[in-house]
């Protein structure tokens, strides 16, 4: 800990939290702390953007303003907890059994049968065994079975239709 910037109002975790993104863009650029001194001939000195990225050193607003203008990304995309993209999780890919699809009772399967079968032949894709839909199809199948689409996803995990992974795409929905 080199300087803890009295005058700022940063947490040492969030000031960590920030260094860590700024950490990710610059080595996405493929720069070395080295080759940001350089690129911006002198501007940013490595130590000080090494410091900050280590959330040694707080950073003021109007710094990271101008840092993130170097990087060229917009400001927000360097703040912790703001990013949609990045460390966000990827949805679960949803992957129908089709084996075990054929071995429910149709008259509980039926529209997914029939659903999956319609999918098949859009794609003209026959490998019989596994399909994967799309996150929409899964509300456009609860709305089918008129059920919401976390309890219909409960369902297809029972019948071992979906893996239990499946539930993380309809976790933030309403039941
Ligand atoms: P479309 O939606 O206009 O998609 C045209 C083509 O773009 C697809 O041809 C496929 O080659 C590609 N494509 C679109 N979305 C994806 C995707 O998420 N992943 C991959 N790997 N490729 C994608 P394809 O497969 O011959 O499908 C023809 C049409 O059949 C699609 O036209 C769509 O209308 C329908 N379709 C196919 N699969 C699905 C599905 O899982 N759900 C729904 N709702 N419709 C589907
Ligand atoms: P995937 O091919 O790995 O695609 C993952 C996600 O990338 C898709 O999630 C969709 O959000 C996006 N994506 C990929 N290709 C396209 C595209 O051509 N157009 C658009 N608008 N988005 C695209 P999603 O929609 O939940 O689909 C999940 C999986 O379902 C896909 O994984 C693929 O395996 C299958 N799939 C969906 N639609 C189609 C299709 O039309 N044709 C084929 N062959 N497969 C499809």
């Not at 040492?12 to 690129?39: D, F, N």
Request: glycine content about 10%.
């Amino acid at each position: 800990m080199i300087d803890k910037c009295p005058g700022s109002l940063m947490s040492s975790e969030y000031a960590k939290q920030l260094g860590a993104k700024l950490r990710a863009i610059r080595t996405q650029q493929g720069l070395s702390l080295h080759g940001v001194e350089e690129k911006s001939q002198g501007r940013w000195k490595a130590v000080v953007v090494g410091s900050y990225e280590r959330g040694d050193r707080a950073v003021t607003v109007q710094r990271l303003a101008e840092l993130a203008d170097f990087y060229g990304v917009p400001v927000q995309e360097l703040l912790p907890g703001t990013t949609p993209g990045g460390a966000a999780e990827p949805p679960p890919k949803l992957v129908l059994d089709l084996e075990r699809l054929a071995h429910v009772p149709a008259e509980k399967a039926g529209p997914l049968q029939r659903y999956a079968a319609t999918i098949q032949s859009q794609r003209g894709d026959y490998n019989g065994k596994v399909l994967s839909i799309r996150q929409d199809d899964l509300r456009t199948l609860a709305v089918i079975y008129d059920q919401s689409p976390s309890v219909l996803t409960e369902q297809l995990i029972s019948w071992g239709v979906l893996g239990a992974d499946a539930r993380r795409a309809v976790q933030h929905e309403d039941v």
